[in-house]
T-cell receptor
Framework: QQQVKQSPQSLIVQKGGIPIINCAYE??????FPWYQQFPGKGPALLIA?????SEKKEGRFTISFNKSAKQFSLHIMDSQPGDSATYFC????????????FGTGTRLTVIP | NAGVMQNPRHLVRRRGQEARLRCSPM?????VYWYRQLPEEGLKFMVY????????ESGMPKERFSAEFPKEGPSILRIQQVVRGDSAAYFC?????????????FGSGTQLSVL
């Protein structure tokens, strides 16, 4: 079954808008939550990541909000630009006992100039 | 410092043929992961290897698929007797240390098409 649920499937925003992508998980053993950005024909690239001991992490225009009790986390892109148009994947993993990332199904973001 | 190198970028095979996908990890990385991505889906873990050892193959189909990471040379994902359902993008990732998903660097993938 899908360990990490991601929504929406696609998103269109105007330049300067703030797209928000949401993810939810069930396994409380997850303790590492990265976001990956993927351009067509390329592999995913790590964008930003958070651990459950903090509720928010910001790097440049990208912010992760984390709600441990709700088992949800989201990506916000401030002042979005056309160059941000890509597919975004959330993921989750356990630092001990497991060797793999569980990915969401992806969100295709289009930023209109 | 070159990134994770995968080849070929595109591979076309007819049903029943064998597919070999290669992955050279980043310099200094001894941990390699293979993931498969179907259209409109996220990546699904297949196998995790260290040099000469398979550490976790819980995501590998039981038949026709195998992986290796020899002492010398790239990691190889091998698919025997391919079927149309094997058509997907296969991504390799490497990391300097194992465990979880930290510090994973992905290659650009191999797009396998089975006719």
């Amino acid at each position: 079954q899908q360990q990490v649920k991601q929504s929406p499937q696609s998103l269109i925003v105007q330049k300067g808008g703030i797209p928000i992508i949401n993810c939810a998980y069930e396994n409380t053993a997850f303790d590492y939550f990265p976001w990956y950005q993927q351009f067509p024909g390329k592999g995913p690239a790590l964008l930003i990541a958070i651990r459950p001991d903090v509720s928010e992490k910001k790097e440049g225009r990208f912010t992760i909000s984390f709600n441990k009790s709700a088992k949800q986390f989201s990506l916000h892109i401030m002042d979005s630009q056309p160059g941000d148009s890509a597919t975004y994947f959330c993921a989750a993993s356990m630092q001990t006992g497991a060797n793999n990332l569980f990915f969401g199904t992806g969100t295709r973001l289009t930023v209109i100039p | 410092n070159a990134g994770v190198m995968q080849n070929p970028r595109h591979l076309v095979r007819r049903r029943g043929q064998e597919a070999r996908l290669r992955c050279s990890p980043m310099k200094g990385h001894s941990h390699v992961y293979w993931y498969r991505q179907l259209p409109e889906e996220g990546l699904k873990f297949m196998v995790y290897l260290q040099k000469e050892n398979i550490i976790d193959e819980s995501g590998m189909p039981k038949e026709r698929f195998s992986a290796e990471f020899p002492k010398e040379g790239p990691s190889i994902l091998r698919i025997q007797q391919v079927v149309r359902g094997d058509s997907a993008a296969y991504f390799c990732a490497s990391s300097p240390s194992g465990g979880g998903g930290e510090k994973l660097f992905f290659g650009s993938g191999t797009q396998l098409s089975v006719l």
